[in-house]
């Protein structure tokens, strides 16, 4: 039998340095061990866990990580097939779907409307809706016929 070796930067924490790291109660941290939301193992009374452990339990409950579900959820219910089957009226929904429809335009260069007009309807019919939309959002800025991605638009995804 071969003694198994752990890398000499394994670090692992107790439940109270866990604690105190994230600002939470201990007894919310080993609630969340002894139900398996934290991986962690048991030794004796108190668990241990290992720092790769903890850092992707935090990544996986990040709020920004939770952004971006909602963005894929959205995109899975608005888009079929690579197409735009509808625009949600809420504006959070339809930013998420304009933001999908945006990435086929690169920062910086410029666009002649029909153009623009031809790189959106691959996604939706209704490419005057949507090319309104990119500049009701500053996706896109309009000059003199000519359209152009907005470099300062920061997408949610």
Same mark, same amino acid.
């Given at each position: 039998?071969? #003694?198994?070796? *752990?890398?000499?930067?394994l670090?692992f924490? &107790?439940t ?6 994230l #600002? !939470?109660? /201990?007894? %919310? @941290?080993?609630?969340k ?10 030794i004796? +009374?108190?668990?241990?866990? &290992?720092?790769?452990?903890? *850092?992707?339990? /935090?990544? +996986?409950?990040?709020?920004q990580?939770q ?5 894929? #959820? %959205? /995109?899975?219910n608005? /888009? ?11 504006? #959070? +929904? ?6 999908? @429809? ?7 260069? @410029?666009y002649?409307e029909?153009? %623009?007009?031809? !790189?959106i309807?691959k996604?939706?019919?209704d490419y ?7 500049i009701?959002? +500053?996706m !896109?800025?309009? &000059?003199?016929g000519k359209?152009r991605?907005?470099? &300062?638009y920061?997408?949610?995804?």
């Open positions: 039998m071969e #003694k198994s070796e *752990l890398p000499a930067n670090r924490y &107790s109270m340095e866990i604690a105190e790291m #600002k !939470m109660n /201990i007894q %919310v @941290i080993a609630r061990l002894a139900a398996g939301e934290i991986v962690g193992y048991k004796g +009374k108190d668990w241990r866990v &290992s720092e790769t452990d903890l *850092l992707s339990w /935090i990544e +996986k409950h990040s709020n990580r952004g971006k579900k909602s963005a894929i #959820k %959205v /995109i899975d608005f /888009i079929k097939n690579g197409r735009v089957i509808a625009l949600p009226a809420q504006r #959070k +929904k339809r930013r998420y779907v304009l933001e999908h @429809i945006l990435k086929e335009f690169k920062t910086g260069q @410029i002649s029909a153009e %623009v007009n031809e !790189m309807q996604y939706y019919d005057c809706l949507v090319r309104r939309e990119f009701i959002e +500053k !896109m800025g309009r &000059s003199n359209y991605r907005t470099s &300062s920061t997408t949610t995804e």
